[in-house]
Protein backbone atom coordinates (compact mmCIF):
# COMPACT_ATOMS: atom_id res chain seq x y z
CA UNK A 1 0.00 0.00 0.00
CA UNK A 2 1.33 3.49 -0.51
CA UNK A 3 0.31 6.83 1.37
CA UNK A 4 -2.14 4.50 3.02
CA UNK A 5 -3.90 3.31 0.22
CA UNK A 6 -4.81 -0.48 0.44
CA UNK A 7 -7.55 -2.43 -1.69
CA UNK A 8 -9.99 -1.78 0.93
CA UNK A 9 -9.81 2.26 0.86
CA UNK A 10 -9.45 3.06 -2.81
CA UNK A 11 -12.17 4.55 -4.60
CA UNK A 12 -15.01 2.25 -5.79
CA UNK A 13 -13.87 3.10 -9.56
CA UNK A 14 -10.68 1.06 -9.43
CA UNK A 15 -12.09 -1.47 -7.48
CA UNK A 16 -14.07 -1.92 -10.82
CA UNK A 17 -10.89 -1.56 -13.10
CA UNK A 18 -9.06 -4.31 -10.85
CA UNK A 19 -11.51 -6.57 -10.59
CA UNK A 20 -12.59 -6.84 -14.71
CA UNK A 21 -8.44 -6.93 -15.42
CA UNK A 22 -8.78 -9.62 -12.56
CA UNK A 23 -11.73 -11.71 -13.53
CA UNK A 24 -10.61 -11.63 -17.22
CA UNK A 25 -7.15 -12.66 -16.34
CA UNK A 26 -9.07 -15.46 -14.11
CA UNK A 27 -10.73 -16.56 -16.97
CA UNK A 28 -7.64 -16.57 -19.75
CA UNK A 29 -5.83 -18.78 -16.96
CA UNK A 30 -9.03 -21.32 -16.90
CA UNK A 31 -8.86 -21.57 -20.63
CA UNK A 32 -4.80 -21.78 -20.53
CA UNK A 33 -5.47 -24.70 -18.49
CA UNK A 34 -7.66 -26.29 -20.43
CA UNK A 35 -5.66 -25.92 -23.59
CA UNK A 36 -2.97 -27.94 -21.66
CA UNK A 37 -5.42 -30.54 -20.95
CA UNK A 38 -6.16 -31.13 -24.23
CA UNK A 39 -2.95 -31.22 -26.12
CA UNK A 40 -0.16 -32.03 -23.15
CA UNK A 41 -2.89 -33.70 -21.14
CA UNK A 42 -3.46 -36.19 -24.38
CA UNK A 43 0.19 -36.66 -24.84
CA UNK A 44 0.17 -40.12 -23.16
CA UNK A 45 -3.28 -41.08 -24.96
CA UNK A 46 -4.85 -40.67 -21.52
CA UNK A 47 -7.05 -37.80 -20.03
CA UNK A 48 -5.15 -35.61 -17.49
CA UNK A 49 -1.95 -33.74 -17.06
CA UNK A 50 1.39 -36.39 -15.84
CA UNK A 51 4.52 -36.52 -15.66
CA UNK A 52 4.63 -39.12 -18.86
CA UNK A 53 2.67 -36.32 -20.50
CA UNK A 54 5.67 -33.83 -20.21
CA UNK A 55 8.24 -36.03 -20.98
CA UNK A 56 6.81 -37.05 -24.26
CA UNK A 57 5.56 -33.30 -25.31
CA UNK A 58 9.65 -32.15 -24.23
CA UNK A 59 11.84 -35.15 -24.40
CA UNK A 60 9.51 -37.16 -27.46
CA UNK A 61 8.54 -41.12 -26.98
CA UNK A 62 11.30 -42.07 -29.00
CA UNK A 63 9.84 -45.13 -29.39
CA UNK A 64 7.42 -44.04 -31.75
CA UNK A 65 7.18 -41.36 -34.70
CA UNK A 66 5.97 -38.05 -34.07
CA UNK A 67 2.18 -38.94 -36.13
CA UNK A 68 1.45 -42.29 -34.65
CA UNK A 69 2.28 -40.85 -31.15
CA UNK A 70 0.03 -38.18 -31.96
CA UNK A 71 -2.69 -40.33 -33.56
CA UNK A 72 -2.90 -42.43 -30.28
CA UNK A 73 -2.64 -39.16 -28.35
CA UNK A 74 -4.13 -35.81 -28.80
CA UNK A 75 -5.30 -36.63 -32.39
CA UNK A 76 -6.99 -39.70 -31.68
CA UNK A 77 -10.50 -38.06 -32.08
CA UNK A 78 -9.64 -36.93 -35.63
CA UNK A 79 -9.81 -40.03 -37.57
CA UNK A 80 -11.97 -43.33 -37.43
CA UNK A 81 -9.74 -45.94 -35.70
CA UNK A 82 -9.34 -48.05 -38.95
CA UNK A 83 -8.13 -44.98 -40.40
CA UNK A 84 -5.75 -43.90 -38.01
CA UNK A 85 -4.19 -47.62 -38.65
CA UNK A 86 -4.00 -47.49 -42.05
CA UNK A 87 -1.76 -44.39 -41.12
CA UNK A 88 0.15 -45.86 -38.51
CA UNK A 89 0.83 -48.85 -41.07
CA UNK A 90 2.14 -46.55 -43.91
CA UNK A 91 4.44 -44.58 -41.42
CA UNK A 92 5.44 -48.63 -40.07
CA UNK A 93 6.32 -49.11 -43.61
CA UNK A 94 8.48 -46.50 -44.19
CA UNK A 95 6.64 -43.15 -45.26
CA UNK A 96 6.95 -43.88 -48.96
CA UNK A 97 5.86 -41.11 -51.32
CA UNK A 98 5.22 -43.69 -53.75
CA UNK A 99 2.71 -45.58 -51.68
CA UNK A 100 0.72 -42.33 -50.38
CA UNK A 101 -1.57 -42.40 -52.53
CA UNK A 102 -1.71 -45.58 -53.80
CA UNK A 103 -2.13 -46.85 -50.07
CA UNK A 104 -5.26 -44.61 -49.61
CA UNK A 105 -3.62 -42.74 -46.98
CA UNK A 106 -3.45 -39.32 -49.21
CA UNK A 107 -7.08 -39.73 -49.08
CA UNK A 108 -7.33 -40.19 -45.56
CA UNK A 109 -5.27 -37.34 -44.73
CA UNK A 110 -7.52 -35.20 -47.02
CA UNK A 111 -10.91 -36.28 -44.74
CA UNK A 112 -9.43 -36.20 -41.96
CA UNK A 113 -6.83 -33.94 -41.25
CA UNK A 114 -6.66 -31.04 -43.94
CA UNK A 115 -9.21 -28.93 -42.25
CA UNK A 116 -7.11 -28.06 -39.42
CA UNK A 117 -3.58 -28.85 -40.94
CA UNK A 118 -3.43 -26.96 -44.23
CA UNK A 119 -2.38 -22.87 -45.28
CA UNK A 120 -5.95 -22.51 -45.70
CA UNK A 121 -7.36 -23.24 -42.57
CA UNK A 122 -4.80 -20.51 -40.74
CA UNK A 123 -4.12 -21.93 -37.78
CA UNK A 124 -0.44 -22.37 -37.72
CA UNK A 125 -0.27 -26.07 -37.41
CA UNK A 126 2.08 -27.58 -39.93
CA UNK A 127 0.46 -28.11 -43.41
CA UNK A 128 0.33 -31.91 -44.61
CA UNK A 129 -1.29 -30.83 -47.81
CA UNK A 130 3.26 -30.82 -48.46
CA UNK A 131 3.84 -33.95 -48.56
CA UNK A 132 7.60 -33.15 -46.89
CA UNK A 133 5.67 -31.83 -44.05
CA UNK A 134 4.45 -35.50 -43.47
CA UNK A 135 7.44 -37.18 -43.81
CA UNK A 136 9.35 -34.84 -41.88
CA UNK A 137 6.88 -35.98 -38.73
CA UNK A 138 7.27 -39.75 -39.44
CA UNK A 139 10.78 -40.42 -37.94
CA UNK A 140 11.51 -40.66 -34.73
CA UNK A 141 9.51 -38.63 -32.28
CA UNK A 142 12.37 -36.55 -30.25
CA UNK A 143 10.01 -33.88 -28.70
CA UNK A 144 9.26 -30.48 -29.01
CA UNK A 145 11.69 -29.07 -31.51
CA UNK A 146 14.05 -26.45 -31.23
CA UNK A 147 12.16 -23.62 -33.04
CA UNK A 148 8.73 -24.73 -31.94
CA UNK A 149 10.79 -24.08 -28.34
CA UNK A 150 12.49 -21.24 -28.77
CA UNK A 151 9.04 -19.40 -30.14
CA UNK A 152 6.82 -20.77 -26.92
CA UNK A 153 9.70 -19.46 -24.91
CA UNK A 154 9.78 -16.12 -25.59
CA UNK A 155 5.63 -15.84 -26.13
CA UNK A 156 5.37 -16.86 -22.18
CA UNK A 157 8.22 -15.22 -20.99
CA UNK A 158 6.58 -11.73 -22.35
CA UNK A 159 3.18 -12.76 -22.12
CA UNK A 160 2.83 -14.11 -18.83
CA UNK A 161 5.61 -11.57 -17.01
CA UNK A 162 3.09 -8.60 -18.41
CA UNK A 163 0.09 -10.47 -16.86
CA UNK A 164 2.10 -10.86 -13.55
CA UNK A 165 3.55 -7.34 -13.40
CA UNK A 166 -0.65 -6.06 -13.47
CA UNK A 167 -1.61 -8.69 -10.99
CA UNK A 168 1.72 -7.54 -8.66
CA UNK A 169 0.57 -4.06 -9.49
CA UNK A 170 -2.91 -4.81 -7.80
CA UNK A 171 -1.61 -7.05 -5.18
CA UNK A 172 0.94 -4.50 -4.14
CA UNK A 173 -2.47 -2.97 -2.03
CA UNK A 174 -3.27 -5.55 -0.41
CA UNK A 175 -2.72 -5.41 3.50
CA UNK A 176 -3.71 -8.37 5.21
CA UNK A 177 -1.00 -10.05 4.80
CA UNK A 178 2.29 -9.63 6.43
CA UNK A 179 4.85 -7.78 3.95
CA UNK A 180 6.95 -11.14 3.62
CA UNK A 181 4.08 -13.18 2.27
CA UNK A 182 3.29 -10.14 0.06
CA UNK A 183 6.65 -9.97 -1.55
CA UNK A 184 6.92 -13.90 -1.63
CA UNK A 185 3.80 -14.04 -3.89
CA UNK A 186 4.28 -11.35 -5.91
CA UNK A 187 8.07 -13.02 -6.89
CA UNK A 188 6.88 -16.07 -6.83
CA UNK A 189 5.36 -16.30 -10.40
CA UNK A 190 8.30 -14.28 -11.94
CA UNK A 191 10.83 -16.87 -10.32
CA UNK A 192 8.34 -20.21 -11.47
CA UNK A 193 8.39 -19.27 -15.08
CA UNK A 194 11.64 -18.57 -15.35
CA UNK A 195 12.15 -22.55 -13.90
CA UNK A 196 9.47 -23.50 -15.65
CA UNK A 197 10.82 -22.29 -19.20
CA UNK A 198 13.91 -23.45 -18.38
CA UNK A 199 13.24 -27.35 -17.64
CA UNK A 200 11.20 -27.27 -21.32
CA UNK A 201 14.47 -27.06 -22.59
CA UNK A 202 16.48 -29.73 -20.05
CA UNK A 203 13.91 -31.68 -20.40
CA UNK A 204 14.63 -31.86 -23.88
CA UNK A 205 17.58 -33.49 -23.12
CA UNK A 206 16.99 -35.23 -20.32
CA UNK A 207 13.40 -36.81 -19.11
CA UNK A 208 14.13 -36.48 -15.68
CA UNK A 209 13.73 -32.62 -15.60
CA UNK A 210 9.47 -32.86 -16.23
CA UNK A 211 9.26 -32.29 -12.47
CA UNK A 212 10.41 -29.23 -12.86
CA UNK A 213 7.77 -28.04 -15.21
CA UNK A 214 5.57 -29.60 -12.95
CA UNK A 215 6.49 -27.89 -9.77
CA UNK A 216 7.34 -24.61 -11.75
CA UNK A 217 4.17 -24.41 -12.99
CA UNK A 218 2.51 -25.48 -9.95
CA UNK A 219 4.25 -22.36 -8.25
CA UNK A 220 2.73 -20.19 -10.52
CA UNK A 221 -0.60 -21.48 -10.56
CA UNK A 222 -0.26 -21.01 -6.46
CA UNK A 223 0.64 -17.52 -6.68
CA UNK A 224 -1.61 -16.54 -8.95
CA UNK A 225 -4.45 -18.03 -6.62
CA UNK A 226 -3.39 -16.65 -3.97
CA UNK A 227 -2.75 -13.23 -5.25
CA UNK A 228 -6.23 -13.32 -6.79
CA UNK A 229 -8.55 -14.40 -4.31
CA UNK A 230 -6.77 -12.18 -1.48
CA UNK A 231 -7.11 -8.69 -4.03
CA UNK A 232 -10.87 -9.94 -4.36
CA UNK A 233 -11.24 -10.43 -0.61
CA UNK A 234 -10.15 -7.04 0.27
CA UNK A 235 -11.88 -4.63 -1.98
CA UNK A 236 -14.90 -6.87 -1.79
CA UNK A 237 -15.48 -8.38 1.62
CA UNK A 238 -13.23 -6.52 4.04
CA UNK A 239 -14.32 -4.03 6.58
CA UNK A 240 -12.80 -0.52 6.04
CA UNK A 241 -11.81 -0.16 9.72
CA UNK A 242 -9.69 -3.16 9.45
CA UNK A 243 -5.95 -2.46 10.91
CA UNK A 244 -3.94 -3.67 7.75
CA UNK A 245 -1.08 -5.81 8.14
CA UNK A 246 1.26 -4.97 5.99
CA UNK A 247 2.34 -2.01 6.69
CA UNK A 248 5.62 -0.55 4.48
CA UNK A 249 5.73 2.81 5.67
C1 LIG B 1 -9.65 -29.93 -35.49
C2 LIG B 1 -8.34 -29.58 -35.98
C3 LIG B 1 -7.36 -30.73 -36.27
C4 LIG B 1 -7.56 -31.80 -37.10
C5 LIG B 1 -8.79 -32.15 -37.91
C6 LIG B 1 -6.31 -32.55 -37.06
N1 LIG B 1 -5.41 -31.93 -36.26
FE1 LIG B 1 -3.48 -32.52 -35.91
N2 LIG B 1 -3.20 -30.90 -34.71
C7 LIG B 1 -4.17 -29.99 -34.33
C8 LIG B 1 -3.64 -29.11 -33.32
C9 LIG B 1 -4.38 -27.97 -32.64
C10 LIG B 1 -2.28 -29.51 -33.08
C11 LIG B 1 -1.30 -28.91 -32.09
C12 LIG B 1 -1.51 -29.48 -30.72
C13 LIG B 1 -1.00 -30.88 -30.56
O1 LIG B 1 0.14 -31.16 -30.94
O2 LIG B 1 -1.74 -31.71 -30.01
C14 LIG B 1 -2.05 -30.64 -33.98
C15 LIG B 1 -0.84 -31.30 -34.08
C16 LIG B 1 -0.61 -32.41 -34.87
C17 LIG B 1 0.68 -33.06 -35.02
C18 LIG B 1 1.97 -32.60 -34.37
C19 LIG B 1 2.65 -31.65 -35.31
C20 LIG B 1 3.93 -31.09 -34.77
O3 LIG B 1 4.83 -30.87 -35.57
O4 LIG B 1 4.03 -30.88 -33.54
C21 LIG B 1 0.50 -34.13 -35.85
C22 LIG B 1 1.57 -35.11 -36.30
C23 LIG B 1 -0.89 -34.15 -36.23
N3 LIG B 1 -1.54 -33.07 -35.61
C24 LIG B 1 -1.48 -35.09 -37.03
C25 LIG B 1 -2.80 -35.04 -37.45
C26 LIG B 1 -3.37 -36.03 -38.33
C27 LIG B 1 -2.65 -37.23 -38.90
C28 LIG B 1 -4.68 -35.66 -38.52
C29 LIG B 1 -5.73 -36.37 -39.33
C30 LIG B 1 -6.00 -37.74 -39.00
C31 LIG B 1 -4.91 -34.44 -37.78
N4 LIG B 1 -3.74 -34.10 -37.12
C32 LIG B 1 -6.11 -33.73 -37.74
C33 LIG B 1 -5.44 -29.91 -34.86
C34 LIG B 1 -6.01 -30.80 -35.73
Not at 8 to 19: C, H, M, Q, R, W
Amino acid sequence: MINGYNLTNIGISLKVLFTSYLCVVGIGYMMAFTQILFTHGMADGKFGLSVDDIVYSYYGDRTGTLIENKLNGSMKDMAEDHDRLEIIKWVREGAEESTFESSGVKMIFENNCFACHSAEAEMGLPDFTKFENIKERAKQDTGATFSSLTRVSHIHLFGISFIFFFVGVIFVFASSVPVWLKSAAIAMPFISQVMDIASWWLTKFDPVFAWLVIIGGSGMGLAFAFMWFVSMYEMWFRKKGEQPVADEQ
